[in-house]
């Protein structure tokens, strides 16, 4: 047909726009004999194209009175800690009770560059993921602190707890993560031509003797370097040390996960350059309830600390 992927799409029913199309692409729900590809790939005759078009949203965006715990805010953003079980924005199946709605009820304005469902947001954690958050205020501030997360120099820290023995104190992972050709919900580690680039690298704090009920635990400092979905819950599955907790990468019993029922990671340190002074901004979080309370039951177990986990279990206990 000589026509690029992106354009066949926008001339389907439902599809507003070739932006709209190449949206849909990105987000894998578009398949081409099958598989995901790229907006550039050309339509060739013979091919079989399957669009899935999300049902679009019952109402209107609208503002929510639900908590927000800010640690800093000025004209130009907040710093926040979002609380596990909360999603971000709206989306199929939550199109109200999000981050953005409690956004809303703070204030009307926000950045919109990331589209009128994603008001102020700079990046994402997952719903059943606590911690730190960056949300920006103004449009000027959306795009300078997405450009420091384009160009790696936003810190993000994340404390996860895995299953097993990591034995090595430090690693990065580089291994590009697509969605999963048998079930669309699920990431994985892939060479499809659909998958990107993504890594991770970790630091050991404290290691756990193995129990009755489990094959041990590694507590880990992870930082990311790209913002893959489901990043660190998928990047720890692939080296076989599942996150305790996750209900969809995870593994064992719930006595294995000491009745955990999210995943053991929370957004820990967040480090950025503030879009209009230039100063260096520094957050850290201290691990809530539910998480605390699964390191208190193993913490007999410890093999004690490592040099980094001096640094870095020390420096968050003081934030708590």
């Known amino acids: 047909m000589g026509m690029r992927l992106d354009a066949f799409v926008a001339t389907c029913d439902g599809v507003v726009s070739r932006s709209a199309a190449a949206k849909l692409i990105e987000q894998d729900e578009v398949l081409v004999n099958g598989r995901s590809y790229p907006k550039r790939y050309m339509v060739k005759a013979g091919d079989q194209i399957e669009v899935d078009i999300p049902p679009s949203r019952s109402s209107e965006l609208i503002a929510q009175d639900i908590p927000l715990d800010i640690r800093y805010e000025d004209d130009e953003l907040i710093v926040l800690s979002k609380q596990a079980g909360l999603v971000v924005h709206p989306a199929q199946g939550h199109w109200s009770g999000t981050l953005v709605n409690a956004?809303?009820?703070?204030?009307?304005?926000?950045?919109?560059?990331?589209?009128?469902?994603?008001?102020?947001?700079?990046?994402?954690?997952?719903?059943?993921?606590?911690?730190?958050?960056?949300?920006?205020?103004?449009?000027?501030?959306?795009?300078?602190?997405?450009?420091?997360?384009?160009?790696?120099?936003?810190?993000?820290?994340?404390?996860?707890?895995?299953?097993?023995?990591?034995?090595?104190?430090?690693?990065?992972?580089?291994?590009?993560?697509?969605?999963?050709?048998?079930?669309?919900?699920?990431?994985?580690?892939?060479?499809?031509?659909?998958?990107?680039?993504?890594?991770?690298?970790?630091?050991?704090?404290?290691?756990?003797?193995?129990?009755?009920?489990?094959?041990?635990?590694?507590?880990?400092?992870?930082?990311?370097?790209?913002?893959?979905?489901?990043?660190?819950?998928?990047?720890?599955?692939?080296?076989?040390?599942?996150?305790?907790?996750?209900?969809?990468?995870?593994?064992?019993?719930?006595?294995?996960?000491?009745?955990?029922?999210?995943?053991?990671?929370?957004?820990h340190y967040l480090e950025f350059t503030h879009p209009s002074t230039g100063e260096t901004m520094r957050f850290t979080d201290g691990l809530p309830a539910d998480l605390q309370a699964v390191y208190k039951a193993i913490e007999i177990d410890s093999t004690g600390k490592t040099e980094a986990g001096e640094e870095v279990l020390s420096f968050e206990e003081s934030s708590r």
């Not at 991770?200 to 370097?225: I, M, P, Q, S, W």
Request: positive net charge; hydrophobic residues 35%; aromatic residues 6%.
């Open 103 to 267: 956004l809303l009820a703070h204030q009307k304005e926000w950045g919109t560059k990331q589209g009128e469902d994603r008001l102020g947001i700079v990046h994402r954690l997952d719903k059943d993921t606590s911690g730190l958050m960056l949300v920006a205020k103004t449009d000027e501030a959306q795009v300078k602190l997405q450009n420091q997360i384009r160009l790696r120099e936003i810190d993000r820290r994340y404390l996860c707890l895995v299953h097993g023995w990591i034995a090595p104190d430090s690693g990065t992972i580089d291994a590009p993560i697509g969605r999963d050709q048998r079930d669309r919900l699920l990431m994985r580690v892939t060479d499809t031509k659909s998958s990107r680039g993504a890594i991770t690298t970790f630091r050991v704090l404290e290691r756990f003797e193995a129990g009755r009920f489990d094959n041990g635990f590694t507590l880990v400092e992870c930082k990311l370097f790209t913002g893959r979905t489901h990043q660190i819950r998928v990047h720890m599955d692939y080296i076989h040390h599942p996150v305790v907790g996750d209900q969809v990468y995870g593994r064992g019993t719930d006595r294995a996960n000491h009745d955990l029922k999210r995943q053991f990671l929370h957004s």
